[in-house]
């Protein structure tokens, strides 16, 4: 078995079709084609099966695309490194997001950071914060920003930011609330919600306080999609509990209101994580640096904005 036939196998694996892996290998068909019949007799196993629609990967093959992928992906770090020691940042960034950062501060990050490293690549993939973290262990990426989950991770986790959650109405919304919200007040509303799935991190934590405080949140819709349930919440009556990041623009653009939940504060934490065996090379440490000043940026600027709209509703006016 040879390095160049592990690296043909994964690549072949991740397209599919010899035409599009050959293409990304920048080699002739008939070379990959031999290369890995080779590795197919090398581990005395059929790795494709041959169809009409592409290579189709046998249970070997997906086995072996588990044990490699980390492996090759060290290789990669590790030729990084040295070829970066100069001081210059190359390379290759390949990172998981969670969907509210990815709504929340991505443009911005990638704008600045293509301006910083032009020679750097950035691959992002966006899921649910278990997800990412079991792709984080598995070695499918190299590092996630996700909401950090209540069990133990056996990651390192960086912690970025605690951020509160809110509840959010359209700029039309018919019934006058509060600027400042119980969870229990909240519920009694009766307010038509639409909410994450309980697979989503955001309802996970949304669900934990609602059991602390005895109380039914009894969505009337459930979608994870944040870019659909920001739209509903725009042109309908129905309300919904979310980070302010995944909403910055539109409450700046006065098409959303945001009403603070005072008692208990539900608050997310935001975190990075990485596998401990496998460290960051030093263009996606320069990116989840650049990310999490985005998101602290972000996040105080919000602060600050609440704080000015808490002073001028207890303001009074003179007679």
Known sequence: MEFRQVQ?????????????????????????????????????????ERTKQGM???????????????????????????MSADGEISGHVNIGLIASI???VLAETLS?????YPSVSVR????????????????????????????????????????????????????????????????ALGLTLVLPTREHGLRGILDSFAQHEDVDLAPQFEIDSLVTTVKLVEQ????TLLPRIAV??????????????????LIRQVVAISHP???????????????????RRRTQEQTSDEANVALSSTEVTPN
């Open 8 to 48: 043909y196998f994964i690549c072949l694996f991740e397209e599919g079709t010899v035409t599009r892996a050959a293409r990304r290998l920048n080699i002739v068909q008939p070379a990959l084609s031999m290369q890995i019949a080779k590795l197919e007799a090398d581990v005395d196993q059929q790795l494709f």
């Open 56 to 82: 189709v990967p046998t249970a070997a093959a997906r086995q072996m695309y588990r044990i490699f992928l980390p492996i090759m992906r060290d290789f990669s770090h590790a030729r990084t490194q040295l």
């Open 102 to 104: 990815t709504e929340g």
């Open 112 to 116: 600045e950071f293509s301006a910083k």
């Open 124 to 187: 992002v993939a966006d899921g649910y914060s278990a997800t990412l973290a079991d792709w984080v262990a598995g070695g499918k990426i190299d590092a996630a920003i996700i909401n950090k989950p209540r069990r133990q991770l056996s990651l390192n986790v960086e912690h970025i930011v605690d951020e509160e959650m809110v509840l959010i109405t359209s700029a039309g919304f018919s019934a006058v609330l509060a600027p400042r919200l119980t969870l229990r007040q909240i519920s």
């Open 236 to 239: 309908t009556q129905l309300a």
């Open 248 to 265: 910055h623009r539109g409450l700046s653009e006065g098409r959303l209101r945001s009403h603070a939940i005072v008692s208990p504060r």
């Open 277 to 295: 065996r496998r460290p960051l090379n030093s263009a996606t440490s320069a990116f989840i640096a650049l990310l999490t000043q985005q998101i």
